[in-house]
């Protein structure tokens, strides 16, 4: 399956589904020794030492995880980026392996000129990736040392400088989020509500997904529960609606899961019976 969708049609979906999968480390190591010139098998491998090694450091602040898991989570990233680099190698047209340095660089430390090299390195082969925009506003978010205007300018200049009706429009409301994550409770519904947080929200909403030339396809199903999570938290009820009926019941994990970790699909339809679809 990875095979048969290019790196032109972005396959990063996918990718992180085989790397979300337990028990790939176990068997691609015979794959990577009978095709030792093969590119495919290494992003894969790659890609599967990433998500095992956040599954050793798990989401915990960094004050709550031990110096054993922060060394297994250490040692199995930097396994992962000698595979991606030797991918990038074989295959330098490949945005993947450089989406995943992004990635394994956010969590080794690389610091802000190297992430933003490794950026513009994805972009350079994807203009408009949506993956690789995420990774870059993590790395500019306040919990990973950068602020919360740099977050949010970055994701402004990223979405209204593509065109019309491209996926980035998500940036500007997972910067919101990602604001009201950071603050205490009642601040962060004061700061959602705010009509300047949903004027933003409404204008990348007809840049993106609103736009005429938006397309259903790729991560398009996350933008828009991305946005309904927004719009609802924002109390935009209109807007939200939209967004939940154009998602028809189809839920996605996040950003729902920051509402409620064990249940998203629960956060998500009470949500939905709010705005009143």
């Known amino acids: 399956m990875l095979d048969s969708r290019p790196e032109s049609e972005d396959r990063t979906e996918l990718l ?6 337990a028990g790939v480390e176990r068997w691609i ?7 030792p010139d093969a590119a495919l098998p290494r992003l894969v491998a790659g890609v599967r030492h990433i998500s095992w090694g956040w599954e050793a450091r798990t989401g915990a602040r960094a004050q709550h995880v031990s110096r054993e898991q922060f060394e297994i989570f250490h040692d199995r990233l930097r396994t992962a980026e000698k595979h991606l680099y030797e991918v990038a190698e074989r295959e330098p047209r490949w945005t993947s392996p450089w989406y995943g340095l992004q990635t394994t660089g956010r969590g080794l430390q690389v610091g802000p000129s190297v992430a ?10 994807d203009p408009h990736h949506l993956g690789a925009h995420q990774q870059q506003l993590q790395q500019v978010c306040e919990k990973w040392g950068g602020s919360h205007e ?13 065109p019309g ?4 429009g998500q940036l500007v409301a997972i910067a919101h989020i990602e604001e009201w994550l950071s603050l205490d409770q009642g601040p962060d519904d004061a700061y959602m509500r705010r009509p300047e947080v949903t004027s933003s929200l409404r204008k990348a909403a007809d840049h993106s997904f609103r736009h005429p030339d938006f397309v259903r396809q790729g991560a398009w199903l996350k933008v828009l529960n991305t946005f309904a999570m927004a719009f609802s938290l ?6 939200a609606r939209e967004c939940f009926q154009a998602t028809d019941g189809r839920v996605t994990e ?13 956060a998500y339809r009470k949500q939905r019976s709010s705005a009143g679809r």
């Open 16 to 21: 992180w589904a085989v790397g979300d999968t």
């Open 29 to 35: 190591a015979d794959v990577l020794e009978a095709e």
């Open 116 to 125: 933003r090299r490794r950026f513009e390195a994805t972009v350079r082969r």
């Open 150 to 162: 740099e977050m949010h300018a970055f994701a402004a200049k990223s979405a209204f400088g593509a």
């Open 165 to 168: 009706g491209t996926l980035l």
């Open 234 to 239: 924002a109390g935009d009820r209109a807007s």
């Open 254 to 266: 996040f950003p729902w899961n920051h509402l409620d970790g064990s249940d998203p699909a629960a």
